[in-house]
């Protein structure tokens, strides 16, 4: 996994996979894994410097790379975003439970352990599409013994499913507030899925004091030819592994009727970053933004 500095470390041995000559992994459910196409998680695993991705990752991230060079610093200072937010949420907001969608490869520091050491009772339920994330499940359960997680293999593109999801209900209470975490996810869906009503649905189901916390990709700050060259590179993750940048006005309709923490919306590098390493990388590098809002 990757540690605080960006720097990689085994998970364990229970994570590792075996590919059989067809390109499938060893064990259920193998049959959903396609090692000859990019999956988005992997692609960002490999740009933390990770083991768990195959060549069609690498090659896929290199692309974009070529055309981004900053896409590593771009997806640190988006794991930084997380930890800042859920630290946030557990510490200065109250929140005890956290739906968190598009969880990805289990690195350090994910969201229930953030939570869990400001306040061991919490809460969180990991939602991912990829059956390697579902590999990595242990990891993400090992729990303090006062709270509670669990793993749902789904899809954001399909609310009902996680919403039904038996997990859900056995390890959060939606009577009391719960904070959705889409990081780095939404940028994965496009006009046409329309991506405010799926964000709409999850939020309806939520309480009054419930949180969203959601980053996305932007071309705001990159020029007309880079930002094509990074939608263009993209392609090679297959039909939902294209990133689908917005600007900020389009990033902020998905905060319709919240009431956004200070400092409102924002660059991932720039959100409640005063504690991070200084100087900061610039907006431009890593062309993403942030934001945390609160149900009324």
């Known amino acids: 996994m990757v540690d605080d500095r960006g ?11 075996t590919t059989n000559t067809s ?3 060893a064990g259920s459910p193998s049959d959903r894994i396609d090692t000859s196409v ?21 090659e896929s991230g290199d692309t974009m790379a070529a055309a981004f060079p900053t896409i590593r610093t771009a997806a640190l200072e988006n794991r930084r975003f997380l930890q ?53 499940a242990r990891a993400l359960l090992s729990s303090s013994p006062r709270g509670a997680t669990a793993y749902i293999d789904a ?16 390890i959060i209470d939606l009577s009391r507030p719960v904070a959705l975490m889409l990081v780095a996810v939404l940028h ?41 060259q990074a939608r263009a590179a ?12 917005r600007s900020r006005d389009e990033f902020t309709r998905f905060f319709v009727d919240l009431d956004v923490a200070e400092p409102g ?14 100087p900061r990388p610039s907006v431009a590098d890593v062309s993403m933004y942030g934001g945390v809002a609160r149900l009324p």
């Not at 005890?96 to 061991?120: K, M």
């Open 188 to 228: 994965f869906v496009p006009d046409d899925e329309d991506p405010y009503a799926l964000v709409r649905q999850l939020l309806d189901v939520l309480p009054a004091g419930s949180y969203l916390a959601a980053s996305h990709a932007t071309h705001d700050y990159l020029p007309p030819a880079v930002a094509e």
């Open 265 to 278: 919306i924002t660059s991932v590098a720039e959100w409640r970053a005063e504690s991070e390493p200084q």
């Open 84 to 136: 800042r937010a859920v630290g946030f949420l557990t510490r200065e907001a109250g929140i005890r439970q956290f739906l968190d969608i598009g969880t990805g490869i289990p690195t350090a520091n994910n969201t229930h352990e953030v939570a869990q050491a400001i306040a061991p009772e919490s809460r969180v339920v990991y939602v991912d599409n990829d059956p390697i994330v579902l590999a990595h």
């Open 234 to 245: 993209a392609k090679g993750g297959g039909p939902h592994g294209v990133i689908n940048l």
């Open 7 to 17: 720097q990689w470390t085994d998970v364990s041995a229970e994570a590792d996979l």
């Open 38 to 58: 990019a999956h988005p998680a992997r692609r960002y695993n490999y740009w933390l410097g990770g083991k768990d991705n195959f060549q069609a990752d690498r």
């Open 23 to 25: 390109g499938a992994a």
């Open 155 to 170: 899809d954001l593109r399909d609310p009902e499913r996680i919403l039904a999801h038996p997990e859900l209900s056995r």
